[in-house]
């Protein structure tokens, strides 16, 4: 398996510009994570999924984030508008439970940057 | 509130000491904990995860305890190596079925 595939893996774009980035999970796995991290706060969760529909979105800072999952392999985070406060790494990570506990395993990372 | 900490932000020993690292936290009764690796530029990857009712548990030169009490888990690498270095995070489930990340412990092996 290839494990989790994200794109892009790097994203300079300029405030006010919408941003989208993917996600394919693993082949299998019901679940599906969006976080984000940065040096103050560490890795934060925005959002997750099962079985394609949004469990928990607590996270998601505010109305500009949004996120979907239309089938079982693929995800999208979307940014509109950006602001340079965004700038951060995003990762997606996908799981399936199993005797009560579950292994996250995350992709490489968007790094995105907005000036 | 719920909070999670790990011991330091960096950690820097000695190559062949054992490594330990601690991730304390409070107001969580975690159904299990998990402890991951990040190296830079890359996302983590999962070590071992120990469940409320384990007191310890072991993979090659790592050693993971649990101590619901203290509320606090103990990460341990022995023989460590250079290969080592990376960043270490603990992650907790709590009952709400939400994964909640530590700030994670930047270890440092030099030879």
């Known amino acids: 398996d290839a494990g989790v595939i994200q794109s892009p893996r790097h994203e300079v774009t300029e405030m006010g510009q919408e941003v989208t980035l993917r996600c394919k999970p693993i082949s299998g796995h019901d679940y599906l994570f969006w976080y984000r991290q940065t040096m103050m706060r560490g890795l934060e969760l925005l959002i997750y999924?099962?079985?394609?529909?949004?469990?928990?979105d607590s996270g998601m800072p505010e109305d500009r984030f949004s996120a979907k999952m239309p089938n079982a392999s693929f995800s999208t985070l979307k940014i509109q508008p950006s602001e340079p406060r965004d700038s951060a790494v995003y990762f997606c990570?996908?799981?399936?439970?199993?005797?009560?506990?579950?292994?996250?395993?995350f992709g490489p990372g968007t790094r995105l940057l907005v000036l | 509130s719920q909070k999670i900490e790990q011991n330091s932000e960096a950690l820097n020993i000695q190559e062949g000491k054992t490594a330990t690292l601690t991730c304390n936290y409070t107001?969580?009764?975690?159904?299990?904990l998990q402890w991951y690796r990040q190296d830079p530029g890359r996302g983590p990857v999962f070590l071992l995860l120990?469940?409320?009712?384990?007191k310890e548990k072991r993979k090659e030169r790592l050693k993971v305890t649990f101590d619901t009490t203290l509320k606090q888990s103990l990460f341990h690498i022995t023989a460590s190596q250079p290969a080592d270095s990376a960043t270490y995070l603990c992650a907790l489930y709590s009952s709400a079925s939400k994964i909640i990340f530590g700030s994670g412990t930047r270890l440092s092996i030099r030879p």
């Open positions: 107001n969580y009764s975690p159904a299990y």
């Open positions: 120990i469940r409320e009712n384990e």
């Open positions: 990570a996908s799981s399936y439970r199993t005797g009560g506990t579950e292994t996250q395993y």
């Open positions: 999924f099962n079985n394609n529909v949004p469990i928990d």
